[in-house]
């Protein structure tokens, strides 16, 4: 994650950037494979952001492919509203900046592909309802995230919940949100904050249908040789090899290397344990994965 500050915020027109690498929330949004984002340049921005950067922060050095504009929204209600003939219902409505547009759009440009440029703005609007929604890890699937793509050329975009399309105006253009981000399934509900049940889930069962006291399968192999082993190995070694040489390759060592402890650790705390025997293979195959993900590389075995 990256923040830019308020001031070089005006010119680059994200407050945050990152690098999200879940899987299935790309395959949701049509990727199928995370993309690999970008390091941002300086040339994104033509009108002075090398001159800025100099003097208030320099970009990272390290590949981003979610780039965020937050808006805080009206929440309007009854016949008087300016688009209430459009919903009939309450709504959230936030305003578009012309030189913030200006910039998401060449930041679009720029990434192509390679990320995406959204406005994230609540689908609440009671301080009540922040507060629970940070306390029960709900608040990104109770956010509308709207293609920056989709708003250039208007001056206001509304929008009802998190996963209904919103609607950009003066002439109304029906924009789909990034329901990958916020929640999934528009015929399903976003989540809301506890109140009906403690919200625990079940811990999953472990695999084979028994109640897990059973011993471990020995580590796939296909045989003695334990060949896909070895070569998760050597895929490891050699991704280990051309970070070490070439770190630019994923934008930073520095932080597929923390990204792969933080997995391994998600792991580990899971409900479902890792057997032993299968803890090292696990382990290089997401550091491979993630090396992949980072570089744009992909694997092939001759």
Not at 98 to 107: G, S, W
Not at 124 to 153: C, I, K, M, W, Y
Not at 209 to 237: E, N, S, T, V, Y
């Amino acid at each position: 994650m990256w923040s830019p500050g308020q001031v070089l915020e005006k010119v680059v027109g994200f407050d945050v950037a990152l690098m999200v690498q879940g899987t299935a929330l790309w395959a949701q949004q049509g990727f199928a494979v995370p993309p690999q984002g970008a390091v941002i340049l300086p040339a994104w921005w033509p009108w002075g952001i090398a001159r800025l950067a100099v003097k208030v922060r320099r970009p990272p050095p390290f590949r981003l492919n979610l780039f965020l504009q937050y808006k805080r929204p009206e929440y309007l209600r009854g016949a008087q509203a300016g688009e209430w003939s459009k919903w009939k219902r309450s709504y959230y409505r936030f305003w578009i900046e012309n030189h913030q547009q200006r910039a998401l759009d060449a930041c679009t440009k720029a990434l192509g592909a390679d990320g995406l440029v959204a406005y994230a703005s609540p689908a609440f609007h009671s301080r009540v309802d922040l507060f629970r929604h940070v306390e029960a890890r709900t608040l990104q699937a109770n956010t509308h995230f709207a293609p920056a793509s989709r708003l250039t050329g208007h001056g206001r975009y509304t929008y009802v919940d998190a996963v209904t399309p919103g609607k950009a105006h003066s002439k109304v253009v029906e924009v789909e949100p990034l329901r990958f981000l916020s929640g999934g399934d528009r015929d399903a509900p976003p989540r809301a904050p506890p109140g009906g049940g403690d919200g625990d889930v079940p811990p999953r069962a472990p695999p084979g249908g028994g109640d897990g006291d059973a011993p471990p399968r020995a580590p796939p192999g296909g045989g003695d040789d334990g060949q896909p082993i070895k070569l998760l190995a050597a895929a490891r070694r050699a991704a280990d090899a051309a970070i070490t040489s070439s770190p630019q390759i994923v934008g930073s060592g520095a932080l597929l290397r923390t990204t792969v402890q933080r997995a391994i650790e998600s792991l580990r705390a899971g409900p479902v344990p890792v057997p032993e025997a299968y803890e090292q293979p696990v382990q290089d195959f997401i550091f491979a994965a993630t090396f992949s993900w980072m570089s744009g590389i992909g694997w092939a075995v001759i």
